[in-house]
């Protein structure tokens, strides 16, 4: 018996559903196209004006420094400008309604950073893969020097475009 799994399909602005035959072999995608995003370093796009803050910071003061400096998030650095951590809005959002006083009980401890000459596709990539808006950029030595958010690569795509005065 052929197994039916069910796709979602958009037309008219009204949903249908149509039953698509599951298929048994696995799906053989075509390999990925290069594009300019694959030879763009990431260093090129990423904010490097940061507004870094350490771990014992509270959690009031995170709050008036996000929304008056208008970043998305707070690269969180040791003594040594080293990454360990980030917190975002929407993380400050949280801790205001769960009553945390430091940042370091609400921030995402740094599981990953991309070197700066990373390229955007990279970036991006992982992005969707870690399902964040932010990546810590660090240079060779392991130390903060920017961070590359979603909206940075959306800017850029959007000049390459040229659709957005450069």
Same mark, same amino acid.
């Given at each position: 018996?052929?197994? #039916?799994?069910?796709? !979602? ?11 698509? =035959?599951?298929?048994?072999?696995? &799906?053989?995608?075509? +390999?990925?196209? =290069? ?5 763009? =370093?990431? &260093? ?6 940061? *507004? ?12 008036? @420094? #996000? ?8 690269? /969180?650095?040791?003594?040594?400008? $080293? ?8 993380? @400050? ?7 945390? $006083? %430091? @940042? &370091?009980?609400?921030?995402? +401890?740094?599981? $990953?950073?991309?070197?700066? !000459? ?10 969707? /893969? %870690?399902?964040? !808006? !932010?990546? =810590? ?5 392991? &130390? ?6 979603? @909206?940075?690569? *959306? ?12």
């Amino acid at each position: 018996m052929t197994e #039916i799994s069910t796709q !979602h399909v958009y037309a008219r602005g009204r949903d249908y559903y149509q039953p698509v =035959p599951a298929s048994s072999e696995p &799906r053989r995608d075509k +390999p990925p196209v =290069p594009t300019i995003s694959d030879g763009v =370093p990431v &260093r090129q796009i990423m904010t490097s004006e940061l *507004v870094c803050v350490r771990e014992d910071l509270d959690i009031a003061t995170a709050i008036e @420094l #996000i929304t008056r400096c208008r970043v998305g998030c707070l690269p /969180v650095v040791d003594e040594e400008g $080293f990454p360990i951590g980030i917190v975002t809005k929407h993380d @400050l959002l949280e801790a205001s309604q769960t009553g945390a $006083f %430091e @940042l &370091r009980h609400v921030m995402m +401890p740094m599981a $990953f950073t991309l070197a700066d !000459h990373a390229s955007v596709a990279h970036a991006a990539a992982m992005m969707n /893969v %870690e399902d964040v !808006h !932010h990546v =810590p950029i660090v240079a060779d030595d392991g &130390r903060l020097v920017g961070v590359v958010s979603s @909206l940075d690569i *959306v800017r850029w795509l959007v000049t390459n475009d040229g659709l957005y005065g450069a």
